[in-house]
């Protein structure tokens, strides 16, 4: 795949090593990113994404070496090595070098990579409840998009690919639901759209604060609520918001296959049109 990282002031093509068996965030996981997309001529939230990448860092005992302004400017740099409309895939970077355990924040390093991968389309995916459990603030950093947080979730997926799923839901550590794997978690029931509270348990996704937003102005009443497992058995559509795919629907829950509804098709039409507003 074609693929450009920036690091140590300048660019490089292709996979770039940037790191050693000695480096504190190969082996103690003291890691963060974000993941922002490029599709179709924009690059919507960059910004916000930016902005999340350095208090992640700083949520680590890090200290960032880039302002969320001069990662927008190189992630915009990076969009422009490749054809117009390409559908890339943003990720900036921070890990510390040194440290005992805890990072050492003189040592902070940075990268930016991009690289292309396509917009799954709108087939949908099918999704099962997963026995893996998201954790609580007091027991992993979740209010970080760390890295150190996505094997237990890695081991979600596996599950549901070995019962026949693509994705999973995953419950919070008092047995309500979180999120799926790999994105924030919608459902609705009729004509009203209910989405997990944010407990700190799972990253408040930025698609997902646009989506409830776009919602909203709209005139949907968006609940942002404690829901069960069971709430999901009886829904009329399941979707998630996430940066992979933005907007994608459950075409089957456990047992039971669904369509994409009236609620998803208005979330992604709502988020395609922002995207392309240039706001």
Known sequence: MAAYTWFEGKWHEGRTPIMSAMTLGTWLSSMVFDGARAFEGVAPDLDKHARRTCRSAESFGMRPTKSPDEIVELAR?????????????????????????????DTTQFALNVW???????????????????????MAP???KASCLYPNAGRAISEAKEKGFDNAVMLD????????????????KDG?????????????????????????????????SRIQASDLDDADEIFNTGNYGKVMFVNRYEGRDLQPGPM?????????EFAHSGK
């Open 264 to 272: 998803y098709r208005l979330a992604r039409e709502l988020y395609w």
């Open 77 to 105: 740099e990076g969009i422009e090595k490749f054809p117009s409309g390409t559908a890339l895939y943003i990720k900036p970077m921070y890990w510390a070098e040194e440290g005992w355990i805890a990072p050492d924040p």
């Open 116 to 138: 292309e991968l396509p917009l799954p389309g709108e087939a949908g995916f099918a999704a099962c409840l997963s026995s893996y459990k998201r954790p609580s603030p007091d």
């Open 173 to 188: 550590p008092i047995g309500n639901v979180a999120e799926f794997a790999t994105a924030n978690l919608f459902y609705a």
């Open 192 to 224: 009203q759209v209910f989405t997990p509270a944010d407990n700190g348990t799972f990253l408040n996704g930025i698609t997902r604060q646009r989506v409830i937003g776009l919602l909203r102005q709209r005139g949907v009443n968006v609940h942002e």
């Open 142 to 144: 979740t209010d970080a």
